[in-house]
């Protein structure tokens, strides 16, 4: 079965670097994946989707990356901020099954 | 925006109550899920449906059912609650009946504590 990991459970970084996330998966390559945000005691927010014959996608400042030959994803926030200081989630869209998730890297971004 | 409304946000029940969980969108989305998230194993898909009537089982449903009469309402129930049921409970909705690549919303959770 597919399975997903996201590289660290936390990571912690300095305001204004930017932080990079990964999301790794072992079999197929999903149709589409998605990165949401998690906030404590909040249900997950959808932030970026990216479909598989895309390289790389861009919202304000974040950016993901899909790269199905390392089968792998990255997620970028630039001149981070104290207030992304959140879990955030990468999930695998296989084309014919609900999304299936990883467990999340909690990023804490120390001003 | 789209709205999913869990009813509770904390719930404490006893061993063996029968549990509803209730969730509704009001953004007449199509699909509607059930995940639980426990720390160290993430989000896992309990049930969900895909149209009113209609249910399939995810990937850890023991222990569960649900229930769609209405498109925009979606149950879940523990028949005999235990304690390796407590959770968070998660519901979430999507557009586009089967449409795996739409975006999910999320309630902000039930906690469900079982003593």
């Known amino acids: 079965s597919q399975k997903i990991e996201q590289n660290s459970e936390a990571l912690n970084i300095q305001e204004g670097k930017t932080a990079t996330l990964t999301c790794n998966y072992t079999?197929?390559?999903?149709?589409?994946l998605q990165w949401y945000r998690q906030d404590p005691g909040r249900g997950p927010v959808f932030l970026l989707l990216?479909?598989?014959?895309?390289k790389e996608k861009r919202k304000e400042r974040l950016k993901v990356t899909f790269d199905t030959t390392l089968k792998q994803s990255l997620f970028h926030i630039t001149a981070s901020q104290p207030a992304d200081s959140a879990t955030y989630l990468c999930?695998?869209?296989?084309?014919?099954?609900?999304?299936?998730f990883g467990k999340g890297t909690r990023l804490s971004v120390i001003a | 925006d789209v709205k999913v409304t869990q009813s509770s946000r904390y719930l404490v029940k006893r061993t063996g109550e029968k549990v509803f969980l209730e969730c509704v969108q009001d953004?007449?989305?199509?699909?509607m899920f059930w995940y639980r998230q426990d720390p160290g194993l993430g989000l896992r898909l309990i049930y969900f449906?895909?149209?009113?009537?209609?249910?399939e089982k995810g990937d850890i449903p023991e222990g569960y059912s649900v229930s769609r009469e209405k498109k925009e309402r979606f149950s879940l129930i523990l028949e005999s609650a235990s304690t390796n049921q407590t959770s968070m409970y998660l519901c979430?909705?999507?557009f586009g009946m089967g449409q795996t690549n739409s975006p999910l919303h999320f309630g902000n959770g039930t906690r469900l504590t079982v003593t």
């Open positions: 979430a909705s999507s």
């Open positions: 079999n197929y390559s999903p149709a589409y």
């Open positions: 990216i479909r598989e014959n895309e």
């Open positions: 999930a695998l869209d296989m084309g014919n099954t609900p999304l299936v």
């Open positions: 953004m007449d989305h199509e699909n």
């Open positions: 449906s895909y149209d009113v009537k209609m249910k």
